[in-house]
């Protein structure tokens, strides 16, 4: 099954996304995470997206694009997919078509995760995750139990994202409404579209995400 998880950064796509990782075996494909794993690998293309994604702009369709044909191509094509914060454009989403279709392959599902944005600026201000196993915490609403120590592998190596601010924020949500929001009715039109309420505990939200994939 090849699915996008939909939503406003900070609306738990992610979270999400890992849960199905750990339940289904499916692959997860975060352009957010390849991005910065090129920043920090220091490579050209890291350098040119940096200072982009600090500001909480969109890089390039081409960028992404490829980013995504590269798995696609390799082991991530053979199993169910999960597109997190890709695609975020229309032209994105014609291409995400394109190269599935050339592989024989098809979307299956878009769970749109919808979260009000003064909830996603709190949840994001306060976001933190462990270095080691990606596990995601919150300074107030989901602390660590033993301070400085990961629940999930007991690493005690953690880090916060620098577009994990007020400021960035609001730009990364008015650039979502305006270049990613109009993906909610390209997919509907498609009948493709399932929309949940992405506000409450992550267990919760995990069975209506599986409920909308019809799992
Ligand atoms: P995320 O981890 O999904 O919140 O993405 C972090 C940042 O990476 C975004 O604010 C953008 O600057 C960039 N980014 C991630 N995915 C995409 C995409 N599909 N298209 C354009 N930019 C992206």
Do not use: W
């Amino acid at each position: 099954m090849n699915i996008i998880l939909l939503g406003p950064p900070g609306a738990g796509k992610g979270t999400q996304a890992r849960k199905l990782v750990d339940e289904y075996g499916m692959v997860q494909l975060s352009t957010g995470d390849m991005l910065r794993a090129a920043k920090t690998s220091g490579t050209e293309m890291g350098e040119r997206v940096a200072a982009v994604m600090a500001r909480g702009e969109l890089v390039t369709d081409e960028i992404v694009i490829g980013l995504i044909a590269e798995q696609l191509d390799g082991e991530a094509g053979d199993r169910g997919v999960i597109f997190d914060g890709f695609p975020r454009t229309l032209a994105q989403a014609d291409a995400l078509e394109a190269l599935l279709s050339s592989k024989g392959k098809s979307l299956d599902r878009v769970v749109e995760m919808s979260v009000d944005d003064e909830a996603l600026i709190a949840r994001v201000s306060g976001r933190f995750s462990c270095a080691s196993c990606g596990e995601v915490y919150h300074d107030t609403t989901k602390p660590l139990t033993k301070e400085g120590v990961c629940d999930n592998c007991g690493s005690t190596e953690f880090v916060r994202r620098s577009d994990d601010n007020e400021e960035s924020m609001r730009v990364r949500l008015m650039t979502y409404y305006r270049s990613t929001s109009p993906l909610i009715g390209y997919y509907y039109a498609k009948g493709k579209l399932q929309s949940i309420d992405g506000l409450g505990e992550i267990d919760e939200i995990a069975k209506d995400v599986k409920s909308a994939l019809g799992l």
